[in-house]
């Protein structure tokens, strides 16, 4: 599968761009198995501020306004978001919803 990172820098303000810039650097951090990027999966939310890269084991990377990386589990059923620092423990709870 082809992996392509695409942003509209024209959307996006300068921490804007500095997440973008963290969320790039961390999905080139992970493991080779890990990295497979859902189809159009890449953004920038303007309600939110978050930019994004929604992987396809159901993870997702994202920062806003220039802050750390977090990475994203949405349990689709209910509706529930989880947020964790590290990519381990957000695919320990994928895991777990996924059972």
Do not use: P
Not at 18 to 41: F, Q
Request: hydrophobic share 35%.
């Amino acid at each position: 599968m082809e992996n392509q990172i695409k942003f509209n820098l024209n959307e996006m303000g300068s921490s804007d761009i500095r997440s973008m810039h963290l969320v790039i650097d961390a999905w080139k951090d992970l493991n080779t198995n890990d990295k497979d990027i859902m189809y159009e999966g890449t953004g920038f939310n303007k309600m939110s501020g978050y930019v994004y890269i929604a992987l396809e084991n159901g993870i997702s990377i994202c920062s806003n306004f220039g802050q750390e990386v977090e990475y994203l589990v949405t349990d689709f059923e209910t509706g529930e978001e989880y947020f964790f620092e590290t990519f381990d423990e957000a695919l320990n709870k994928s895991e777990q919803i996924n059972l």
